[in-house]
T-cell receptor, first 111, second 112 residues
Framework: DSGVTQTPKHLITATGQRVTLRCSPRSGDLSVYWYQQSLDQGLQFLIHYYNGEERAKGNILERFSAQQFPDLHSELNLSSLELGDSALYFC??????????FGNGTRLTVT | QKEVEQDPGPLSVPEGAIVSLNCTYSNSAFQYFMWYRQYSRKGPELLMYTYSSGNKEDGRFTAQVDKSSKYISLFIRDSQPSDSATYLCAMSVVTGANNLFFGTGTRLTVIP
C-alpha cells in the first residue's frame, strides 16, 4: 500500500458531463501530482500542487482543473468530457527529497 | 526525440530466467533514476531509486545506471510469475518528484 488514496475507483459517465476525482496524499507529503495514463500515451503529467499552490502544469487541457485543499487532499475536475478523455487518472504524492508514490487510480470511461 | 525511450515489449520469459529491462535517455543532466512496477489496473509501485551512476541491489532486483552511455537497466534474477507486470523507468534532474520523465513501459510476462 503506497499510502495514497484515490476515489472513486471507477467512473462511467456520458460525453459533455463533469466529474471530480479525489486524492489523499501520503501522510507528511505536501506535493500532489496528477497523471493521465492511456494505452497509447503512457503516463502524462497533468499538474502539480505543493501545499495548496499550483507549482507546475503539464499537458492539462483547459477543460480540466485541479486544486489542493488546506488538509492537502486534492481534486481533479474534468468537464465537458469527450470520448478521448477515457483513461486512468493517477494521483501521486512526494516529499521534497523523495520519489513519487502513486495511488491505484480512477478509471474513467466516457460513453 | 523523446527524453526517455523504453522498448514496450512485450517480453515473455520462462520462470527462473534473468530479465533485463532497459531505458535510454537524451538529457545528460538526469541524475535520479527510478524503476516502477505496475500491475494491471493498479498504480505504479516504486521498485528502485538510484542517484547518479552505479549499481543498486534489492533482493532479486538490480538497477544499473551508465551515465556515460545514457542507459539504465533493471535486472530481475530468478524471475517469478508474480513479476509479470509493466515496468516503467523514470528519471529527473533534481531530487524529489519535480520534472519526472517516464518511459512508456515494458510489459513483462513470466511463464510458469
Amino acid at each position: 500500500d503506497s499510502g495514497v488514496t484515490q476515489t472513486p475507483k471507477h467512473l462511467i459517465t456520458a460525453t459533455g458531463q463533469r466529474v471530480t476525482l479525489r486524492c489523499s496524499p501520503r501522510s507528511g507529503d505536501l506535493s500532489v501530482y496528477w497523471y493521465q495514463q492511456s494505452l497509447d500515451q503512457g503516463l502524462q503529467f497533468l499538474i502539480h500542487y505543493y501545499n495548496g499552490e499550483e507549482r507546475a502544469k503539464g499537458n492539462i487541457l483547459e477543460r480540466f482543473s485541479a486544486q489542493q485543499f488546506p488538509d492537502l487532499h486534492s481534486e481533479l475536475n474534468l468537464s465537458s468530457l469527450e470520448l478521448g478523455d477515457s483513461a486512468l487518472y493517477f494521483c501521486a504524492s512526494g516529499g521534497v527529497n523523495s520519489p513519487l508514490h502513486f495511488g491505484n487510480g480512477t478509471r474513467l470511461t466516457v460513453t | 526525440q523523446k527524453e526517455v525511450e523504453q522498448d514496450p515489449g512485450p517480453l515473455s520469459v520462462p520462470e527462473g530466467a534473468i530479465v533485463s529491462l532497459n531505458c535510454t535517455y537524451s538529457n545528460s543532466a538526469f541524475q535520479y533514476f527510478m524503476w516502477y512496477r505496475q500491475y494491471s489496473r493498479k498504480g505504479p509501485e516504486l521498485l528502485m531509486y538510484t542517484y547518479s551512476s552505479g549499481n543498486k541491489e534489492d533482493g532479486r532486483f538490480t538497477a544499473q545506471v551508465d551515465k556515460s552511455s545514457k542507459y539504465i537497466s533493471l535486472f530481475i534474477r530468478d524471475s517469478q510469475p508474480s513479476d509479470s507486470a509493466t515496468y516503467l523507468c523514470a528519471m529527473s534532474v533534481v531530487t524529489g518528484a519535480n520534472n519526472l520523465f517516464f518511459g512508456t513501459g515494458t510489459r513483462l510476462t513470466v511463464i510458469p
